[in-house]
């Protein structure tokens, strides 16, 4: 059964409709919050609730064609939410790369990953839902409530950013 079809029978009510379309949203959804929120508990937290919210309120979708972008501002917001919490607390530990990695691939993977966690949250939020989430500039503008070419700016001079950093 194709996406559209799941979204209107959860809005009219089948749980194993909405079950199915947790299913293939799960992945995009706690990859994007893992990597906004630096860490694999709070990940786990934004997601459920953020699936608890959109099960709630399946109903009140207008358009069925829209849950993906519904589904992930919902998660949006709620890493945002999460992210207050960061700024209001005083442990933003970064994981140091290790002064001895066995291998240049987890060295390399550290760095982007530390890398990606210091970007201010604006450009974290695009970047996620950029690279994990796989969504275009269009769909991150709905989902953050930014006009799309503004996304692409972001998006741009952040990855020039972060392709700088890599060289030196």
Request: hydrophobic share 40%.
């Amino acid at each position: 059964m194709d996406e559209r079809k799941l979204v209107i029978l959860a809005i009219a009510g089948e749980e194993d409709a909405f079950v199915k379309l947790y299913e293939l949203y799960y992945t995009r959804l706690y990859r994007y919050a893992a990597y906004t929120l630096r860490g694999v508990h709070d990940a786990e937290d934004a997601v459920s609730e953020a699936v608890a919210d959109a099960y709630a309120g399946i109903s009140r979708l207008k358009n069925p064609d829209a849950f993906g972008t519904w589904i992930f501002r919902i998660l949006s917001n709620k890493c945002k939410a999460k992210m207050r919490e960061y700024y209001t607390s005083s442990d933003l530990d970064v994981t140091e790369v290790p002064e001895e990695a066995e291998n240049i691939d987890m060295a390399l993977n550290l760095s982007v990953k530390q890398m990606f966690m210091s970007l201010p949250k604006k450009e974290r939020m695009v970047i996620g839902l950029s690279v994990f989430g796989g969504y275009d500039s269009r769909e991150i503008g709905k989902i953050l409530k930014m006009n799309a070419s503004t996304v692409r700016s972001i998006r741009k001079r952040t990855l020039e950013k972060m392709a700088r950093e890599m060289n030196d």
